[in-house]
């Protein structure tokens, strides 16, 4: 596409967004399914299109960081720490959100989780429309994340109204999540961003303590979530496979014959290569008519912390 046709179909884009239209958006984490999220109607359009239910909160996405007074009520030293480091990236902060934000976004919650896409094309668009816009991932809820605009295609269709192709996802899982409370930090969900580099950066970050009756504080937060329509089963050692089984792995294995399919994920085990390649490579194993999904966890560091997360989750069906 031509400089001339992007910036038309961003256009066409922004006046989507503000009218109350659903945009499919590219970011380096997923893609994801943008509505303005100051208007309770568009974020309404959000819910129905994905089947998601209203007790999960959605991630609002801004131009840059200058734009947190328009959706949160304060913004305290340790966030901008965080988002002068992490900003623009997969980061989301949860903060007391503003008067503004529609509490359909943060499902009641006082809080909502804001960040800034480290995308172009998106950021393009944001500044056209002038608006924030809640946007979580562009697939049918609790199914495996779109990382191409072909995977938004292919799970919702005509639910989308404009689907901008940013091409494949850069870091191609979801965003980390902190929660941030005065100079205390808690991590809710992993992610896009190690969480050793941020320790790094602030120190010891707090684990919530939540029980599975527990509303979620944040996306991503459900034990099913993030899966296969084939059923997946997370393995420590690989058994014989059963027939028409599919295997999920971070580099070859040697016992890897007699699967019907096999997804490398890294030849040299670069977790943030792995990464990248995580959801499309589910998505594949999930189109090739497997009776099951077998997948060998990653090494429980960096961003392989994020990747058992989503294995953990998908597994949980």
Same mark, same amino acid.
């Given at each position: 596409?031509? =400089?001339? /046709?992007?910036?038309?179909?961003?256009?066409?884009?922004?006046?989507?967004?503000?009218?109350?239209?659903?945009?499919?958006?590219?970011?380096?984490?997923?893609?994801? &399914?943008?509505?303005?999220?100051?208007?309770?109607?568009?974020?309404? +359009?959000?819910?129905?299109?994905?089947?998601?239910?209203?007790?999960?909160?959605?991630?609002?996405?801004?131009?840059?960081?200058?734009?947190?007074?328009?959706?949160?009520?304060?913004?305290?030293?340790?966030? +901008?720490?965080?988002?002068?480091?992490?900003?623009?990236?997969?980061?989301?902060?949860?903060?007391?959100?503003?008067?503004?934000?529609? /509490?359909?976004?943060?499902?009641?919650?006082?809080?909502?989780?804001?960040?800034?896409? /480290?995308?172009?094309?998106?950021?393009?668009?944001?500044?056209?429309?002038?608006?924030?816009?809640?946007?979580?991932?562009?697939?049918?809820?609790?199914?495996?994340?779109?990382?191409?605009?072909?995977?938004?295609?292919?799970?919702? #269709?005509?639910?989308? /109204?404009?689907?901008?192709?940013?091409?494949?996802?850069?870091?191609?899982?979801?965003?980390?999540?902190?929660?941030?409370?005065?100079?205390?930090?808690?991590?809710?969900?992993? #992610?896009?961003?190690?969480?050793?580099?941020?320790?790094?950066?602030?120190?010891?970050?707090?684990?919530?303590?939540?029980?599975?009756?527990?509303?979620?504080?944040?996306?991503?937060?459900?034990?099913?979530?993030?899966?296969?329509?084939?059923? &997946?089963?997370?393995?420590?050692?690989?058994?014989?496979?059963?027939?028409?089984?599919?295997?999920?792995?971070?580099?070859?294995?040697?016992?890897?014959?007699?699967?019907?399919?096999?997804?490398?994920?890294?030849?040299?085990?670069?977790?943030?290569?792995?990464?990248?390649?995580?959801?499309?490579?589910?998505?594949?194993?999930?189109?090739?008519?497997?009776?099951?999904?077998?997948?060998?966890?990653?090494?429980?560091?960096?961003?392989?912390?994020?990747?058992?997360?989503?294995? +953990? +989750?998908? =597994?949980?069906?």
């Amino acid at each position: 596409m031509n =400089a001339a /046709d992007q910036t038309t179909e961003l256009q066409q884009a922004a006046e989507m967004l503000k009218s109350g239209g659903l945009v499919g958006i590219p970011t380096e984490t997923v893609y994801g &399914l943008a509505a303005n999220a100051l208007d309770p109607r568009a974020v309404a +359009r959000i819910f129905a299109a994905k089947d998601r239910p209203f007790f999960d909160p959605l991630i609002v996405h801004l131009a840059d960081v200058s734009w947190w007074p328009r959706v949160v009520s304060e913004f305290p030293p340790l966030a +901008r720490r965080l988002a002068d480091r992490f900003w623009p990236g997969p980061l989301t902060l949860i903060l007391p959100k503003s008067d503004a934000v529609p /509490d359909l976004v943060t499902s009641g919650l006082p809080t909502v989780g804001i960040r800034v896409p /480290d995308h172009s094309l998106t950021q393009r668009l944001l500044r056209l429309a002038d608006l924030p816009v809640a946007a979580p991932s562009a697939n049918p809820f609790g199914r495996l994340s779109p990382t191409t605009a072909e995977h938004v295609r292919q799970q919702l #269709g005509d639910r989308v /109204d404009v689907i901008l192709d940013g091409g494949p996802c850069r870091v191609g899982v979801e965003s980390t999540i902190l929660g941030i409370h005065g100079d205390q930090a808690t991590l809710l969900r992993p #992610g896009g961003i190690p969480l050793e580099e941020i320790e790094a950066l602030i120190g010891p970050v707090q684990r919530p303590e939540r029980s599975l009756q527990d509303k979620p504080m944040a996306p991503g937060m459900l034990d099913s979530h993030y899966a296969p329509r084939t059923p &997946l089963k997370i393995v420590e050692v690989l058994p014989s496979p059963p027939l028409r089984a599919g295997l999920l792995a971070l580099t070859a294995d040697a016992n890897a014959s007699g699967f019907a399919a096999v997804e490398v994920l890294s030849p040299s085990g670069d977790l943030i290569e792995a990464a990248a390649n995580f959801f499309q490579a589910l998505h594949r194993l999930d189109q090739a008519r497997l009776q099951v999904i077998l997948a060998l966890p990653f090494p429980d560091r960096g961003l392989g912390r994020a990747l058992n997360d989503r294995l +953990r +989750r998908a =597994a949980n069906q």
